[in-house]
């Protein structure tokens, strides 16, 4: 399995733009979360599906946020409009859950590295 | 959701076992200790996993106190590829994996 997957690697935009970063979590996963890294916040939660649904997105930032999950093998984060303190690494994360189950590790993607200009 | 505390850094020497100590007094009876680490620029990496028993796989151990109150990832021998930033997470309620601020390891030549 060639992991979870993230596009683009590297994105630079301006202020104001239309940002879509995309995940292809990895095949048979059932759960998967979307988060942002800088330096001043850390890792952050910014929001999970479980079985394509949008579970908690309690982390999104504010409304320029939105994801979305149509299938079980893929999902966007989508911000607009972009501002720069937007910029950070966006990491996708995918993993197998059962309700009451026994919990299995999360698998990373390499992530987005985003700079609004 | 029990919080974690871990050292901010720690050295080690090459060769060495390393030890990250974790303190999470207030997780519940039904918490897991996980444990990932990340390489610069990389995505993190899981690394092992407990509830109440000592756990050892391939890449380390985890020791977890009788009182579930603390744990500690012991590294065998460590590498310079080793060095990293070392999360110790207890799994919340739910389906969320929520990440403190770790504790960033050297390993020295």
């Known amino acids: 399995d060639a992991g979870v997957i993230q596009s683009p690697r590297h994105e630079v935009t301006e202020m104001g733009q239309e940002v879509t970063l995309r995940c292809k979590p990895i095949?048979?996963?059932?759960?998967l979360f979307w988060y942002r890294q800088t330096m001043m916040r850390g890792l952050e939660l910014l929001i999970y599906?479980?079985?394509?649904?949008?579970?908690?997105d309690s982390g999104m930032p504010e409304d320029r946020f939105s994801a979305k999950m149509p299938n079980a093998s893929f999902s966007t984060l989508k911000i607009q409009p972009s501002e720069p303190r937007d910029s950070a690494v966006y990491f996708c994360?995918?993993?197998?859950?059962?309700?009451?189950?026994?919990?299995?590790?999360?698998?990373f993607g390499q992530g987005t590295r985003l700079t609004v200009v | 959701d029990a919080k974690t505390t871990q050292p901010p850094s720690m050295d080690c020497a090459e060769g060495r076992a390393a030890n990250l100590p974790c303190n999470h007094s207030?997780?519940?009876?039904?918490?897991?200790v996980y444990w990932y680490r990340q390489i610069h620029s990389q995505g993190p990496q899981y690394i092992i996993h407990?509830?109440?028993n000592n756990e050892t796989n391939e890449m380390a151990s985890l020791i977890i106190t009788e009182d579930r109150k603390s744990s500690t990832l012991i590294l065998p021998h460590a590498t310079l590829r080793d060095t990293a930033v070392y999360y110790c997470i207890v799994r919340a309620t739910g389906n969320q994996f929520y990440f403190g601020t770790g504790t960033s390891l050297t390993v020295i030549p």
């Open positions: 994360a995918s993993r197998v859950y059962t309700m009451g189950g026994s919990p299995g590790e999360a698998f």
């Open positions: 207030t997780i519940s009876g039904n918490e897991y």
């Open positions: 407990g509830l109440k």
């Open positions: 599906f479980n079985n394509n649904v949008p579970i908690d």
């Open positions: 095949s048979g996963h059932n759960s």
